[in-house]
């Protein structure tokens, strides 16, 4: 009798779980046809009938490698757009920051295709991806076909990644393979898997930490080993200048969320919310909530060592539990997400992962109100937004919702890890970690306070821009105007400012890449499948196949470079008469970057020969002499002769240096841990006008005027 009645509340309890359950079936069966339905006939023929955004860019360097091109220019964006055009890919704008260039290695095989042929057969591999992801996830988790499919199906970010051809349905089956193999206890397959994936996407080497933290030694192993064999390969097929430049100048910026639009609040980021509040930009941030850069440079690393640090030390050394397992796997790819200064909408493609994980522990200890929760906020990390940029102060705070719920979600994979009473660890060796993190937190907060000295210092002198500028590079003078490039969102045009009126060139006639000027003339790059030179004077003809023109100060000569294979030379042709013969001034073995003529009709130009930038002069007759200036490029003599001024590359960062040519003596100009390029002199050889992506997006330049002689 007693025993009957404490046995009735749990018969009621479980026949009560099993309606629900029954109910819950028939609910997942009507949404999940509803939504292959629609990504059958939306997603599907969307993605399979344009290139869209992001595919190009992989593509269009994969197929550079194919022809054998010199690749260590391929970060820059005018010269890959350049690349582009030249193969009439349908497509605004390309652009390889920040993606690595191992990762476009893996288009290899379609680079060979038409662009759009390319991304069909793409798109078949990553359907055939995700049908292999599921498997390994149906033997990971347990959980059904039909829930599987269900909770991709509720991604809007695959929609996307299907859409942009993007590379995280791969990145996803990679670290679930991995999981799975960390769960069996194949540790160097399973830290191999990881290090490739990291060669993709760099993020995916925060879980090395998690295999140093839980003392995987064959995992962490494997990692290691993958990595460097990624690097090799990276330097062996692009060179050891391109991986520098990586290294120095785009992962610092990535990991600072300073690569593309570092305000933009649409991106939901800890970096762009915290530059949107205390960082001040004349063009791109004028109304911060305060202007108080070392307030970012405290919150930044703080808040991302307070979201990541405990999936860390909630791991557990030792502890090989296949649940425990898929439980810190699951935190710590929740938190490098939430972490990420590039979210983008695809980006969280990977939560699958973590979702199915987190689903078959709730599942199987009945738990159908956290289930609701946890696929509520799945929901909502992946579709919603920053939802404007138009917003000014301390109500930014309220634009960015896809962050907070990222954070709970992160909070909630954290909770059910505490929960499940984990095996017991010393004390010692936890804080010992937390010793670890903390000094690195102190050592993140200090570098960005470095960082941040001195952007500001010549905002004063910043050339006002037309709003929606993206960039302006390469100023020019003619008469009372300025001449510039502007990246605008549908593509580079030319631009002409006289006072505050700015003229835009349109795209009827391809995109405009360079510009040159001399008093009352100037000559403009216009780029489709070759690019020419045109001349703003009628009965000038355009000089073919030619890029980045540069005239003589007297108006008598223009320069220019011509590429095979992607290394470029010097042609010089007289401007006194029409049809005057073109003449090769450089060898093959210079790949011409950049130039600029001396007062006497020479040409000062910087050129890679051993793997970096150096300066050299040449005469009109060839004779080429190195000026043994290293690690140097934009050279730009005054009008006068007297001041010789380049950029050059220290840290990570291009400053702008001027040289006495008379004595020889040097002084540094510029000092902030920004990239100030292409000067050029105005005609009282006393003023310089420059690009700078001080505050901005990496080599997303404004122009400058600035006095540098008194």
């Known amino acids: 009798m007693n025993a009957a009645i404490v046995a009735a509340p749990t018969h009621i309890k479980v026949g009560t779980f099993s309606i629900a359950r029954k109910w819950l079936d028939v609910l997942e069966w009507v949404l999940l046809a509803l939504l292959l339905g629609q990504i059958a006939f ?54 390889m920051v920040p993606i690595t260039a191992f990762s476009t290695l893996v288009l290899y095989p379609l680079a060979s295709m038409p662009a759009l042929t390319a991304k069909h057969y793409w798109l078949v591999a990553n359907l055939a991806l995700l049908l292999a992801t599921f498997w390994f996830l149906h033997s990971l988790t347990a959980l059904s076909w039909r829930r599987l499919f269900l909770i991709a199906a509720l991604s809007y970010p695959l929609r996307a990644n299907f859409i942009l051809g993007q590379y995280y349905v791969l990145l996803l089956f990679l670290l679930t393979v991995a999981c799975w193999l960390y769960s069996g206890q194949r540790q160097f397959l399973s830290g191999a898997l990881v290090g490739f994936a990291a060669g993709l996407k760099i993020f ?81 941030n004028p109304h911060p909530a305060t202007n108080a850069p070392w307030m970012f440079s405290l919150l930044h690393p703080l808040i991302l060592t307070a979201v990541m640090a405990p999936a860390i030390l ?4 030792d502890d090989y539990r296949p649940c425990q397992v898929r439980l810190e796997w699951a935190a710590v790819l929740l938190a490098s997400l939430a972490i990420s200064t590039s979210p983008a909408s695809y980006l969280f493609t990977l939560l699958i992962l973590p979702v199915a994980v987190l689903w078959e522990l709730l599942l199987e200890k009945k738990e159908l109100p956290w289930i609701g929760i946890l696929l509520l906020l799945y929901v909502a990390a992946g579709s919603l937004v920053g939802r404007s940029n138009l917003v000014q102060g301390w109500i930014a705070l309220l634009e960015v919702p896809r962050l907070y719920v990222l954070i709970l979600l992160v909070a909630f994979g954290y909770i059910v890890l505490l929960n499940q009473n984990p095996l017991e660890e010393s004390q010692r060796g936890r804080l010992l970690w937390a010793t670890a993190i903390s000094s690195f937190l102190v050592f993140s907060v200090a570098t960005s306070l470095h960082h941040q000295r001195n952007l500001d210092v010549d905002y004063k002198t910043r050339i006002g821009e037309s709003t929606g500028t993206l960039s302006a590079t390469q100023p020019a003078i003619e008469g009372d105007s300025t001449l510039y490039i502007a990246l605008l969102n549908n593509g580079y045009h030319s631009a002409v400012a006289r006072g505050t009126v700015v003229r835009f060139s349109d795209k009827t006639d391809g995109d405009h890449l360079a510009i040159t000027a001399t008093d009352g003339e100037h000559w403009i790059e216009q780029v489709g499948r070759e690019s020419n030179l045109r ?21 008598h000569w223009l320069a220019f470079l011509r590429e095979t294979q992607g290394r470029a030379q010097i042609w010089v042709r007289s401007m006194d008469q029409s049809n005057s013969p073109e003449k090769l001034l450089t060898p093959p073995n210079l790949n011409v970057l950049e130039m600029s003529f001396l007062p006497n009709n020479s040409l000062i130009f910087a050129a890679d020969s051993m793997g970096h930038p150096s300066l050299y002069v040449a005469d009109q007759r060839g004779k080429i002499q190195s000026l043994r200036i290293y690690d140097a490029r934009y050279p730009s003599s005054s009008p006068d002769g007297r001041w010789l001024v380049y950029s050059k590359l220290q840290r990570g960062n291009w400053n702008l240096w001027l040289s006495n040519v008379s004595n020889g003596q040097t002084s540094r100009l510029t000092h902030a841990e920004c990239n100030d390029t292409e000067p050029i002199w105005a005609q009282n050889s006393q003023t310089l006008l420059y690009a700078s992506d001080c505050g901005r997006g990496l080599w997303l330049s404004a122009l400058y005027r600035r006095r540098v002689i008194p």
């Open 42 to 95: 939306r997603t599907v023929p969307r993605a399979w009938q344009s290139l869209n955004s992001d595919f190009p860019d992989y593509y269009l360097t994969a197929s550079l490698i194919r022809e054998h091109y010199d690749m260590s220019r391929i970060y820059e964006w005018k010269w890959l757009q350049r690349q582009k055009d030249h193969r009439g890919i349908d497509q605004p704008t390309v652009g």
């Open 204 to 284: 995916p080497i925060v879980f090395l930490l998690l295999f140093l933290r839980k003392k995987s030694w064959r995992a962490l192993a494997g990692g290691v080993v993958a990595l460097v064999g990624c690097l090799a390969t990276s330097i062996a097929i692009f060179g050891m200048e391109l991986n520098r430049v990586y290294f120095t100048q785009v992962l610092p910026a990535t990991l600072r969320g300073e690569c593309l639009a570092p305000y933009d609040l649409q991106a939901a980021s800890i970096s762009s919310l915290l530059h949107r509040l205390f960082i001040y930009e004349p063009q791109l």
């Open 314 to 317: 909630l791991a557990i050394p």
């Open 535 to 555: 001349s703003s004077l009628a009965g000038r003809d355009d000089i073919r196949n030619a890029e980045s023109p540069v005239a003589s100060f007297d108006g």
